[in-house]
């Protein structure tokens, strides 16, 4: 059984930061690459940040040089930290498991998600 808890979102001005953590209880949390998904209105879920179980990144164009993803194995714990917010960034923000490549490989179970609000 795996358990998904997202946090750390909330309401930010443009050029702002937040940092996402998310605690799972998978047991074969440190085996995986993680990932941070987003999902804006209207819009499909999409991957765009993975770390993998090595600590190696790899980061969406739209985000690159702004997000950090990172990854505690000893804490089944992975972060988000995002710098210069802009508004396109706001959507609701879930980790899930990826690959390096940033393609899809989600667990068969969803968290409830992190809202990121980037608005003046």
């Known amino acids: 059984q795996v358990q998904l808890v997202e946090s750390g979102g909330g309401l930010v001005q443009p050029g702002g930061s937040l940092r996402l953590s998310c605690a799972a209880s998978a047991t074969t949390f440190s085996t995986y690459t993680m990932g941070w998904y987003r999902q804006a209105p209207g819009k499909q879920r999409e991957l765009v940040a993975a770390v993998t179980s090595g600590g190696s990144t790899n980061y969406a164009d739209s985000v690159k040089g702004r997000f950090t993803i990172s990854r505690d194995n000893a804490k089944n714990t992975v972060y988000l930290q995002m710098n210069s917010l802009k508004p396109e960034d706001t959507a609701v923000y879930y980790c899930?498991?990826?690959?390096?490549?940033?393609?899809?490989?989600?667990?068969?179970?969803w968290g409830q998600g992190t809202q990121v609000t980037v608005s003046s």
């Open positions: 899930n498991r990826g690959t390096r490549w940033l393609a899809p490989f989600p667990y068969n179970y």
